[in-house]
């Protein structure tokens, strides 16, 4: 398998609303970072899609290397 891109070494806050589905960029590619906007395609990447659960800030991976997809997990600091 393929190494992401990683666009950032820090975690994106996004507002996220409860019960929205959001599609996470696993590519590193994506212009619209931390979110899928299709540079995927012809990759073996696909975008993580997560529903939140309630309204509130999320802070989402922007080094791809989290192993707890699409959250943070500190692995930027690594």
Same mark, same amino acid.
């Given at each position: 398998?393929?190494?992401?891109?990683?666009?950032?070494?820090?975690?994106?806050?996004?507002?996220? $609303?409860?019960?929205?589905?959001?599609?996470? /960029?696993? %590519?590193? *590619?994506?212009? &619209?970072? #931390? =979110? !899928? +906007?299709? @540079?995927?395609?012809?990759?073996?990447?696909?975008?993580?899609?997560?529903?939140? $659960?309630?309204?509130?800030?999320?802070?989402? /991976?922007? %080094?791809? *290397?989290?192993? &707890?997809? #699409? =959250? !943070? +997990?500190? @692995?930027?600091?690594?």
């Amino acid at each position: 398998m393929s190494e992401p891109l990683s666009p950032q070494n820090e975690p994106c806050a996004v507002e996220v $609303e409860a019960g929205q589905s959001y599609y996470w /960029c696993s %590519c590193g *590619k994506s212009k &619209n970072q #931390p =979110f !899928c +906007d299709g @540079s995927h395609q012809g990759t073996e990447f696909q975008p993580k899609e997560f529903t939140a $659960e309630k309204t509130e800030t999320v802070y989402l /991976c922007a %080094c791809k *290397k989290t192993a &707890n997809a #699409p =959250f !943070c +997990d500190g @692995s930027h600091s690594k």
